[in-house]
């Protein structure tokens, strides 16, 4: 079963020096044509940066020759001043090999200073084989970031369950490359740019190896939670041992969706990407309502930009209640239903879900 | 099948604080754990290996005190344990740790024969970056797949490789993976099992080789802090939410209705 050879450790060294670097890029990550909204944010957050440091704003998409062009599209919208597309059929889905090697040859050919990819599974998987392939730092899951004194790139991150926050710096090293959370920067609007054309600029990319890769069988998406966008999230967690049902009724009522904690998740009881918090999403809607969920610090970082946080735990002692604005001990199989029945008697309009701004 | 799983001790979060005055974090009151998601990879190491055969090895890179956490390894079924510790590996970022434990891969191989798969935890819960997997993979020039939540065992066709089932955003793919390659195990993809008492005594005395940055031909220019790309310039607790910690009490009705108010309110805010 062994191979022959074993594998060895291989050099190559930094892609270029630091002061050659400018532009800042954003990886557009877009499956069969839909654009990430994490990409969306990461635009909207790139346009800041972009002019605090007078440089300027590059989206890269790559994707199947029908599929980049979509994307492109979207971002040169969003405010790109110039969007690099690569469109090659090794590129239809996703795949850690391709695409690192397309993004790797881009970079050093085009040298940006700053390289931003949204911290989802896909985009986690690039990013930590790209920043050691382009040997240069890379800092992981950032929820904030700021352009120093000296025009460092400030990359934000909370570390051990939400207690701590640091700022992480890469001075020696470029592209200075960044992953970030899904929901934590809002998403900019789209606005009608009369060469919105003109700034998207096809790129080849030499794609052709004869070494063996990982190939995709199948590959199978499931309708996707709007939850970054819903104005209420209701959050289910262990001690609905399965029950989503009152869940489900009070977010349709609110106009809201459901989210999970990971016990929830891992029991199966809910798909994975309505997963909140630390390895989740990060929402910030106006009201979550956390049900039978103890409040592990993994968890509640998702949810800390909630306006009002509702807790309903039959413990009294949950730690989520020090994180909460309004809390109610009780079975949450007693204390939904009345609240329900409250809300459903309500003359509707007054609960005019409006979606948040940004 | 030789397996080899990346594993760490990790303080518990719950227990980590800061340290006021020097503004650093302070891990001296906080106990260690081997980092719960790398408890996944363990597991499915050890089905891999009840199924195909084989061997499965420790390896980690940190502290001395990391010992008793390998051990605990080997008394869950580990067959033998490596660490990777030297003064000069400290404050290593992934880019260095992930350097690191890929010489720590190759010097394995070179020892004990080459391996086949390396699996990591899905991320540490100190480091929490999901990085040091595919660095390695970069590093060693093979093959990678980050959470991966299942494995089939090969299909037997002309180059070894295997079969894996990746968790994606809203969905899983199917991966034919060629070996050696390095995986990233989802954290909750199995139940991790219990150590095994029989082996508890075996282990409290077994073996862990300790090798040196010259044990493993790391240059010295790519580890510890001298090869991280990125430095922690700033430090703070992190400014938690103000909350209201308004507890409601009362018949349900009156909750309800209290409650239906303070969602009214905050949506119309
Ligand atoms: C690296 C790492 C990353 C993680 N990332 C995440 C993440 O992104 N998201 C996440 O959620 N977790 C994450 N976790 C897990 C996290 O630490 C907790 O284990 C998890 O959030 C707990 O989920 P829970 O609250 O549903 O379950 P529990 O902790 O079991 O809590 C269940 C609660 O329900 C209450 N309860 C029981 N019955 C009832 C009832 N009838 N009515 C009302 N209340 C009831 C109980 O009092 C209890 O407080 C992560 C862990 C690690 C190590
Ligand atoms: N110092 C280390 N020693 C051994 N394995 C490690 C170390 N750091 C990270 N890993 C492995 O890499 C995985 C991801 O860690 P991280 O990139 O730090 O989130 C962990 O779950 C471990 O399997």
């Given at each position: 079963?062994?191979?022959?050879?074993?594998?060895?450790?291989?050099?190559?060294?930094?892609?270029?020096?630091p002061h050659?670097?400018?532009?800042?890029?954003?990886?557009?990550?877009?499956?069969?044509?839909v654009?990430?909204?994490v990409?969306r944010?990461?635009?909207?957050?790139?346009?800041?940066?972009?002019?605090?440091?007078?440089?300027?704003?590059?989206?890269?998409?790559?994707?199947?020759?029908q599929?980049?062009?979509?994307?492109?599209?979207?971002?040169a919208?969003?405010?790109?001043d110039?969007?690099?597309?690569?469109?090659?059929?090794?590129?239809?889905?996703y795949?850690?090999?391709?695409?690192?090697?397309?993004?790797?040859?881009?970079?050093?050919?085009?040298?940006?200073?700053?390289?931003?990819?949204?911290?989802?599974?896909?985009?986690?998987d690039?990013?930590?084989?790209?920043?050691?392939?382009?040997?240069?730092?890379l800092?992981?899951?950032?929820?904030?970031?700021?352009?120093?004194?000296?025009?460092?790139?400030?990359?934000?991150?909370v570390?051990?369950?939400?207690?701590?926050?640091?700022?992480?710096?890469?001075?020696?090293?470029?592209?200075?490359?960044?992953?970030?959370?899904?929901?934590?920067?809002?998403?900019?609007?789209?606005?009608?740019?009369?060469?919105?054309?003109?700034?998207?600029?096809?790129?080849?990319?030499?794609?052709?190896?004869?070494?063996?890769?990982?190939?995709?069988?199948?590959?199978?998406?499931?309708?996707?939670?709007?939850?970054?966008?819903?104005?209420?999230?209701?959050?289910?967690?262990?001690?609905?041992?399965?029950?989503?049902?009152?869940?489900?009724?009070?977010?349709?009522?609110?106009?809201?969706?459901?989210?999970?904690?990971?016990?929830?998740?891992?029991?199966?009881?809910?798909?994975?990407?309505?997963?909140?918090?630390?390895?989740?999403?990060?929402?910030r809607?106006?009201?979550?309502?956390?049900?039978?969920?103890?409040?592990?610090?993994?968890?509640?970082?998702g949810?800390?930009?909630?306006?009002?946080?509702?807790?309903?735990?039959?413990d009294?002692?949950?730690?989520?209640?020090?994180?909460a604005?309004?809390?109610?001990?009780?079975?949450?199989?007693?204390?939904?239903?009345?609240?329900?029945?409250?809300?459903?008697?309500?003359?509707?309009?007054?609960?005019?879900?409006?979606?948040?701004?940004? | 099948?030789?397996?080899?799983?990346?594993?760490?001790?990790?303080?518990?979060?719950?227990?980590v604080?800061?340290n006021?005055?020097?503004?650093t974090?302070?891990?001296?009151?906080?106990?260690s754990?081997?980092?719960?998601?790398?408890?996944?990879?363990?597991?499915?190491?050890?089905?891999?290996?009840?199924?195909?055969g084989?061997?499965?090895?420790?390896?980690?890179?940190?502290?001395?005190?990391?010992?008793?956490?390998?051990?605990?390894?080997?008394?869950m079924?580990?067959?033998?344990?490596?660490?990777?510790?030297?003064?000069?590996?400290?404050?290593?970022?992934?880019?260095?740790?992930?350097?690191?434990l890929?010489?720590?891969l190759?010097?394995?191989?070179?020892?004990?024969?080459?391996?086949?798969?390396v699996?990591?935890?899905?991320?540490s819960?100190?480091?929490?970056?999901?990085?040091?997997?595919?660095?390695?993979?970069?590093?060693?020039?093979?093959?990678?797949?980050?959470?991966?939540?299942?494995?089939?065992?090969g299909?037997?066709?002309?180059?070894?490789a295997?079969?894996?089932?990746?968790?994606?955003?809203?969905?899983?793919?199917?991966?034919?993976?060629?070996?050696p390659?390095?995986?990233?195990?989802?954290?909750?993809?199995?139940?991790?099992?219990?150590?095994?008492?029989?082996?508890?005594?075996?282990?409290?005395?077994?073996?862990?080789?300790?090798?040196?940055?010259?044990?493993?031909?790391?240059?010295?220019?790519?580890?510890?802090?001298a090869?991280?790309?990125?430095?922690?310039?700033?430090?703070?607790?992190?400014g938690?939410?103000?909350?209201?910690?308004?507890?409601?009490?009362?018949?349900p009705?009156?909750?309800?209705?209290?409650?239906a108010?303070?969602?009214?309110?905050?949506?119309?805010?």
């Open positions: 079963m062994t191979s022959a050879t074993p594998p060895t450790v291989v050099v190559r060294g930094p892609a270029y020096p050659e670097a400018a532009g800042i890029w954003v990886w557009v990550e877009q499956h069969d044509g654009v990430e909204d990409s944010e990461l635009l909207g957050k790139g346009r800041d940066l972009a002019s605090r440091l007078a440089q300027p704003l590059v989206a890269v998409v790559l994707g199947a020759p599929h980049a062009g979509v994307g492109a599209a979207d971002a919208a969003l405010g790109a110039e969007v690099l597309v690569v469109g090659h059929a090794a590129l239809a889905h795949a850690t090999d391709p695409y690192t090697d397309a993004l790797d040859q881009l970079v050093r050919r085009r040298k940006p200073a700053i390289l931003l990819l949204g911290a989802t599974p896909d985009g986690r690039l990013a930590g084989r790209l920043a050691v392939r382009l040997y240069t730092g800092t992981a899951d950032c929820t904030d970031l700021t352009i120093g004194p000296s025009g460092l790139l400030e990359s934000h991150v570390g051990f369950g939400g207690g701590i926050a640091a700022i992480i710096t890469c001075q020696r090293h470029a592209p200075q490359m960044a992953t970030v959370r899904p929901g934590v920067f809002p998403q900019p609007a789209a606005t009608v740019r009369s060469n919105a054309s003109e700034r998207i600029r096809p790129a080849s990319v030499d794609l052709d190896s004869a070494a063996e890769r990982v190939r995709v069988l199948e590959r199978q998406v499931h309708a996707e939670a709007g939850l970054t966008r819903a104005p209420v999230v209701v959050i289910g967690g262990a001690g609905t041992r399965g029950d989503f049902h009152l869940l489900e009724a009070l977010a349709e009522t609110l106009d809201g969706e459901v989210g999970a904690t990971r016990v929830a998740v891992d029991q199966g009881w809910i798909g994975r990407d309505r997963q909140i918090g630390q390895t989740g999403v990060v929402v809607p106006k009201v979550a309502i956390a049900c039978g969920v103890s409040g592990a610090s993994q968890l509640t970082v949810i800390s930009g909630a306006d009002t946080v509702i807790a309903i735990n039959s009294a002692g949950a730690p989520l209640f020090d994180a604005d309004y809390g109610v001990v009780g079975d949450l199989f007693r204390v939904l239903p009345p609240l329900l029945a409250e809300l459903r008697t309500d003359q509707p309009k007054a609960v005019t879900a409006e979606r948040r701004p940004a | 099948m030789r397996i080899v799983v990346c594993v760490k001790a990790v303080p518990k979060p719950e227990e604080g800061m006021p005055e020097t503004r974090l302070d891990r001296s009151k906080a106990r754990e081997i980092n719960p998601p790398d408890m996944h990879a363990l597991e499915m190491a050890f089905a891999l290996r009840d199924r195909v084989g061997t499965v090895t420790l390896l980690s890179m940190g502290p001395p005190m990391f010992v008793p956490y390998l051990r605990l390894g080997l008394a079924g580990a067959d033998d344990a490596y660490l990777l510790s030297d003064r000069a590996f400290g404050a290593a970022d992934t880019l260095a740790t992930s350097y690191t890929a010489k720590g190759e010097r394995i191989a070179a020892t004990a024969g080459p391996w086949d798969v699996l990591c935890g899905e991320e819960s100190d480091g929490a970056t999901a990085q040091v997997p595919p660095g390695i993979a970069e590093w060693l020039d093979i093959p990678q797949a980050t959470y991966v939540s299942e494995i089939a065992p299909d037997g066709q002309t180059a070894p295997i079969e894996v089932r990746r968790e994606i955003k809203g969905g899983e793919e199917r991966l034919r993976v060629p070996l390659a390095v995986l990233s195990v989802a954290a909750g993809a199995n139940v991790p099992r219990f150590f095994d008492p029989d082996r508890r005594a075996i282990a409290e005395s077994a073996e862990v080789v300790v090798w040196d940055a010259a044990a493993v031909a790391a240059d010295p220019a790519l580890i510890g802090a090869g991280s790309a990125t430095t922690v310039a700033a430090v703070e607790s992190a938690r939410v103000e909350r209201r910690h308004e507890m409601l009490s009362g018949p009705e009156e909750t309800a209705r209290t409650l108010g303070v969602i009214r309110a905050a949506l119309s805010a």
